[in-house]
Nanobody, 127 residues
């Protein structure tokens, strides 16, 4: 079992920044990959970014490439999502997720590539 708790969401103006955190517990954090997804009202959950267990492999959705950065600090059992140059279209509930089964990158672009999910944190970007 893995428990995930997100924090750091809030309201910000366009062009601003936020850093989301996701604290994990229950299994050795450094042994599994992590991802971030988001879901806007009336839309499906979509992939944002993912990072491998050793932090050596990261990849992003085209919509956030160059603006968002995913990172992890295994000693603190935490994964981060630094969000810069925020746009109103980034408004959504953001979720972190854990891939403990060891799937590949292709699988991690979809929600089925993850076994555990946090409860989400709201990010609102105003114009």
């Amino acid at each position: 079992q893995v428990q995930l708790v997100e924090s750091g969401g809030g309201a910000v103006q366009a062009g601003g920044s936020l850093r989301l955190s996701c604290a994990a517990s229950g299994r050795t954090f450094g042994s599994y990959a992590m991802g971030w997804f988001r879901q806007a009202p009336g839309k499906e959950r979509e992939f944002v970014a993912a990072i491998g267990w050793s932090a050596g492999s990261t990849f992003y959705a085209d919509s956030v490439q160059g603006r968002f950065t995913i990172s992890r600090y295994n000693a603190k059992n935490t994964v981060y999502l630094q969000m810069d140059s925020l746009k109103p279209e980034d408004t959504a509930v953001y979720y972190c997720a854990a891939d403990v089964a060891g799937r590949g990158q292709a699988s991690r672009r979809g929600s089925r590539g993850y076994d555990y999910w946090g409860q989400g944190t709201q990010v609102t970007v105003s114009s």
